[in-house]
Structure formats: structure tokens, C-alpha cells
């Protein structure tokens, strides 16, 4: 298995502005992934991370608006720039450790865009 | 694309059974997974089938049919504890799916 944490956990934002929310895992892992959980709905596959090179975006998604980075293998940092209150979400990060295929989550960053 | 259904709700009895229904249209499958969530925590990896049959796993089952696009996970002996929302995902290469989740209440 693997514990991961994010910083901040939630946190209340001015529309325009940017926040970078990292994600932290125990242990070196294969796969690490962001999603958005917006209220009451189920989660939404933003990007993959990808360890050495661009993240890979999913429809709808794009790297100006959502910047990643994972600079090592323990190590993942999403951005979400130029917010507007339809950002407002909790944001997931996930990995995988490569023993299995089962994805481990972090506790979530809950971001209020005002 | 990807089309996962499952119930919005469900309801029972402390000590009860309930069973969960899942059903997929996929462009590609490797693995279908449960997971719990509690309100405001992030998601818990509970199953994982691959292959058809049910996996079991103390309290909680899963089970799969690949010809028919379909799994359950099945929970036993009802706690209070259980009240969660029970997500479906599928696994399409190195990518998960999920489903809107199934908010299960149990009742004293």
C-alpha cells in the first residue's frame, strides 16, 4: 500500500488567482494521477503524471489551465491557474505502487474559488 | 467512452445484506474495483476482479462477469460503520473510471 498526503487540505480563493496543491507519497510508485470531485459527484480523471515528462490530459482538460508536475517518484504538484468559482472542487491525488493495480488516495484539497 | 451505471441509493437494516450493482460499457477492460468513501475522506480500495467469479474478502464480495458488463459487491452483517458512498471503476489500461457511486444508509 502506499499513504499519501496533500498540502493544503482546503483552502478559499479569489477568482483570477492560482494555487498549486502538492501530493506526497511514502514511497517510490509507478503511476500517479489527479482527479476533481465536485459536491455530490463522483471523481473525474484530470491527469496522469508522468515522472521525466508532460502529464497526460484528459478530454477537457488542459495544461495551461490545470499545470503539472512530478519531478521524482514520490512527488506530484497540480496547479489550477487563472481560477473562476467553477473550480471550486475537492481535488484528489492517487498512485499506484506497481505491485497491484489498485490506486491509493490521498485525503483531498477542498478549494472554494470566491 | 465509458458508461458505468449503479444505483444512486440504498437502504439497510443493521445486520443485513445488500448488494450493489455495477454495469459497464467500455472501449477496454483490465479490472474492475470498489471502493468506499466516506463523506469528506477520499476513497478506500476495498476489490479488485479480473477475471469472472467473486472474490471474497471478510465482510465484503465482489463479483464480475465480463460477457455481460456487470459486477456486484455484495456487503454482509450491516454495520452502522458501513453507511458510505460505494464507488464501481474500471480499469482501462493504466486509467480508472468510476461510476457516481451508490450512497448506502444503514439503519439501527
Known amino acids: 500500500s502506499a499513504v499519501i498526503s496533500q498540502k493544503p487540505s482546503r483552502d478559499i480563493c479569489q477568482r483570477g488567482t492560482s494555487l498549486t496543491i502538492q501530493c506526497q507519497v511514502d514511497s517510490q510508485v509507478t503511476m500517479m494521477f489527479w482527479y476533481r470531485q465536485q459536491p455530490g459527484q463522483s471523481l473525474t480523471l484530470i491527469a496522469t503524471a508522468n515522472q521525466g515528462s508532460e502529464a497526460t490530459y484528459e478530454s477537457g482538460f488542459v495544461i495551461d489551465k490545470f499545470p503539472i508536475s512530478r519531478p521524482n517518484l514520490t512527488f506530484s504538484t497540480l496547479t489550477v491557474s487563472n481560477m473562476s468559482p467553477e473550480d471550486s472542487s475537492i481535488y484528489l491525488c492517487?498512485?499506484?505502487?506497481?505491485?497491484?493495480?489498485?490506486?491509493?488516495f490521498g485525503p483531498g484539497t477542498r478549494l472554494t474559488v470566491t | 467512452g465509458q458508461n458505468i451505471d449503479q444505483p444512486t441509493e440504498m437502504t439497510a437494516t443493521e445486520g443485513a445484506i445488500v448488494q450493489i450493482n455495477c454495469t459497464y460499457q467500455t472501449s477496454g477492460f483490465n479490472g474492475l474495483f470498489w471502493y468506499q468513501q466516506h463523506a469528506g475522506e477520499a476513497p478506500t480500495f476495498l476489490s479488485y476482479n479480473v477475471l469472472d467469479g467473486l472474490e471474497e474478502k471478510g465482510r465484503f464480495s465482489s463479483f464480475l462477469s465480463r460477457s455481460k458488463g456487470y459486477s456486484y459487491l455484495l456487503l454482509k452483517e450491516l454495520q452502522m460503520k458501513d453507511s458510505a458512498s460505494y464507488l464501481c471503476?474500471?480499469?482501462?489500461?493504466?486509467?480508472?473510471?468510476f461510476g457516481a457511486g451508490t450512497t448506502v444508509t444503514v439503519r439501527a
Open positions: 471503476a474500471v480499469r482501462d489500461r493504466n486509467k480508472l473510471s
Open positions: 492517487s498512485a499506484e505502487t506497481g505491485t497491484g493495480y489498485e490506486q491509493y
